[in-house]
């Protein structure tokens, strides 16, 4: 993109403001730790096409009345704009379509496993942007907790190819690009305006885009027979997921290293399990205390300087 690749690096933040970064980068990751139970239950009930847009659309209905009492900026610079733009497409667009039709075709556990490879896709999109690759050590930390995500899923869901597509799968992946893709824009973006002017203008960019479509193939009177859980799941998605979530992140990563900040997310397979132990009585395995240690390790090595 035009006038992202020469944007230099935050200077890295002293050690209590980077503390408050992580604590930030933690709550939106742990709001996210519930997406994948949220898009199944949705995606149970409406075609995923029609979460997808309905996602994006509810997160709209929220950030246009705000708008509109608050004016948000918009990036002074052309390549800010641009950054604006393909976070819009990349977060709030592609990835719930993609996301939704990908969960629709494959199980819990697979989608669960293959959103720790958007941390991945972070880190390099972001080193490819500055002209530098991660060191050894992003890349030894990184391996360290996909190891471990596979330990826990495995042990939570199990990996059978029976339990998922490839199709599936490969959608989910190509979903956790457009993601990340989004978060770096996204975090481009936030470096000239706040994280929530961002998320705001995003919402409202992308439901733009899918509006025309929505109208004319949204199954509606579908809509009109969905129970209480489908609505619960879709405004999860919509509103603590997408625009909560998503400022969090987007502020996040602006404040520090993308890449090393990024690595947070391989904790969200392990967070998702962590509420599934605390709230809904689910055994503490020796599989799972396994796969937190590798996990809590592989970030941590990560956040080293490489």
């Known amino acids: 993109m035009p006038g992202m690749a020469t944007t230099a690096a935050p200077v890295p933040p002293p050690a209590l403001k980077r503390a408050a970064i992580y604590g930030v980068a933690v709550l939106a990751v742990l709001i996210w730790a519930g997406t994948p139970a949220a898009?199944?239950?949705?995606?149970?009930?409406?075609?995923?096409?029609a979460v997808g847009v309905l996602r994006t659309?509810?997160?709209?209905?929220?950030?246009?009345?705000?708008?509109?009492?608050?004016?948000?900026?918009?990036?002074?610079?052309?390549?800010?704009?641009?950054?604006?733009?393909?976070?819009?497409?990349?977060?709030?667009?592609?990835?719930?379509?993609?996301?939704?039709?990908?969960?629709?075709?494959?199980?819990a556990g697979h989608a669960?496993?293959?959103?720790?490879?958007?941390?991945?896709?972070?880190?390099?999109?972001?080193?490819?942007?500055?002209?530098?690759?991660?060191?050894?050590?992003?890349?030894?930390?990184?391996?360290?907790?996909l190891l471990g995500i596979v330990v826990l899923i495995d042990d939570r869901f199990g990996l059978a190819l029976s339990d998922?597509?490839?199709?599936?799968?490969?959608?989910?992946?190509?979903?956790?690009?457009?993601a990340a893709l989004g978060y770096v824009a996204g975090a481009r973006a936030a470096r000239e305006i706040?994280?929530?002017?961002?998320?705001?203008?995003?919402?409202?960019?992308?439901?733009?885009?899918?509006?025309?479509?929505?109208?004319?193939?949204?199954?509606?009177?579908?809509?009109?027979?969905?129970?209480?859980?489908?609505?619960?799941?879709?405004?999860?998605?919509?509103?603590?997921?997408?625009?909560?979530?998503?400022a969090l992140w987007y502020w996040a990563l602006a404040q520090d290293d993308i890449g090393r900040t990024g690595t947070i997310q391989f904790a969200q397979p392990l967070l998702g399990m962590l509420i599934a132990v605390l709230l809904l009585d689910e055994p503490l395995t020796w599989p799972l205390l396994i796969a937190a240690a590798l996990i809590v390790a592989?970030?941590?090595?990560?956040?080293?300087?490489?």
């Open 112 to 145: 669960a496993l293959l959103i720790a490879v958007a941390p991945l896709f972070t880190g390099l999109i972001a080193a490819t942007l500055v002209g530098r690759l991660p060191g050894r050590a992003w890349w030894l930390g990184a391996l360290i907790a």
């Open 39 to 49: 898009t199944k239950l949705a995606v149970g009930q409406l075609d995923p096409w």
């Open 194 to 246: 706040d994280a929530w002017s961002v998320t705001l203008w995003n919402a409202l960019g992308a439901a733009a885009v899918l509006a025309p479509f929505a109208l004319a193939l949204l199954p509606w009177p579908a809509l009109w027979s969905l129970g209480w859980s489908g609505w619960a799941a879709l405004i999860y998605l919509a509103i603590p997921a997408s625009m909560l979530a998503y």
């Open 57 to 107: 659309l509810i997160a709209a209905l929220l950030a246009l009345p705000l708008l509109l009492w608050r004016p948000a900026p918009l990036p002074a610079s052309r390549g800010g704009r641009s950054a604006l733009a393909l976070a819009s497409l990349g977060g709030f667009a592609l990835f719930p379509l993609l996301f939704s039709f990908g969960v629709s075709r494959t199980s």
């Open 298 to 306: 592989g970030v941590a090595l990560a956040q080293r300087k490489g």
């Open 164 to 178: 998922g597509s490839l199709f599936g799968d490969l959608i989910v992946i190509a979903a956790c690009f457009a």
